[in-house]
């Protein structure tokens, strides 16, 4: 059997990348760290309620095209991205128009970046 018959290898998929369970922090999650931490202050269903209408204004003041500012941690700020041309891979003599779109990018704090620089290395797979 020559190499022209071997059988192609499988392309890989385009996407995010699985995520284990542990790995991802949700609404409930996080309105459960701050019930322990606030030691039994606040009841849980109240603190799940904060958490959602914060994240309720903050997804208003982005539909108003505001940036959201939160000092030591970063910034979420709505940028337009102007329409384009683009190509079909498959078929690079067609163009096709992309539309014009808003997106919301996150940018870093600075001391949020020197806490994840002290942090421990993750590793690589």
């Given at each position: 059997?020559?190499?022209?018959?071997?059988?192609?290898?499988?392309?890989?998929?385009?996407?995010?990348?699985?995520?284990?369970?542990?790995?991802?922090?949700?609404?409930?999650?996080?309105?459960?760290?701050?019930?322990?931490?606030?030691?039994?202050?606040?009841?849980?269903s109240l603190v799940l309620e904060i958490v959602q209408l914060s994240i309720d204004?903050?997804?208003?003041?982005?539909?108003?095209?505001?940036?959201?500012?939160?000092?030591?941690?970063?910034?979420?700020?709505?940028?337009?991205?102007?329409?384009?041309?683009?190509?079909?891979?498959?078929?690079?003599?067609?163009?096709?128009?992309?539309?014009?779109?808003?997106?919301?990018?996150f940018k870093l704090s600075r001391k949020m970046m020197e806490r994840l620089?002290?942090?421990?290395?993750?590793?690589?797979?």
């Open positions: 059997m020559n190499a022209d018959s071997a059988t192609p290898k499988p392309r890989k998929k385009a996407g995010r990348k699985p995520r284990a369970k542990e790995a991802t922090l949700t609404r409930r999650e996080l309105a459960v760290n701050i019930h322990r931490k606030l030691g039994q202050k606040c009841p849980a204004c903050m997804a208003d003041a982005m539909l108003q095209g505001r940036h959201i500012e939160f000092r030591d941690f970063g910034v979420f700020e709505v940028l337009t991205r102007r329409s384009r041309l683009g190509r079909n891979p498959n078929n690079p003599q067609n163009t096709v128009v992309i539309p014009a779109r808003r997106m919301v990018k620089a002290a942090a421990a290395p993750v590793e690589q797979k």
